[in-house]
């Protein structure tokens, strides 16, 4: 999947890795997609919560081994 920006956010654990993401968005044009790979078991709740709240789009979320990584495009 193509993606404008990537934020790695492993070894973070909740809340880091939303913050992140939310800063990093912050600075990205509306349309543009976020990739970030996080370690955090729980971050694949915080994330469908976060998109859900924010209106920002989780266009996919997989699992590797211990590592989880998302595709979020920014409202």
């Given at each position: 999947?193509?993606?404008?920006?990537?934020?790695?956010?492993?070894?973070?654990?909740c809340?880091?890795?939303?913050?992140?993401?939310?800063?990093?968005?912050?600075?990205?044009?509306?349309?543009?997609?976020?990739?970030?790979?996080?370690?955090?078991?729980?971050?694949?709740?915080?994330?469908?919560?976060?998109?859900?709240?924010?209106?920002?789009?989780?266009?996919?979320?997989?699992?590797?081994?211990?590592?989880?990584?998302?595709?979020?495009?920014?409202?």
């Amino acid at each position: 999947m193509n993606f404008d920006k990537e934020l790695d956010a492993r070894g973070l654990n909740c809340p880091l890795p939303i913050l992140r993401t939310k800063k990093t968005l912050n600075e990205m044009t509306s349309g543009q997609t976020l990739k970030v790979i996080a370690t955090d078991p729980g971050s694949v709740k915080d994330f469908a919560a976060f998109a859900k709240q924010t209106g920002n789009e989780l266009l996919s979320s997989s699992e590797s081994g211990s590592e989880y990584t998302f595709f979020i495009q920014k409202k």
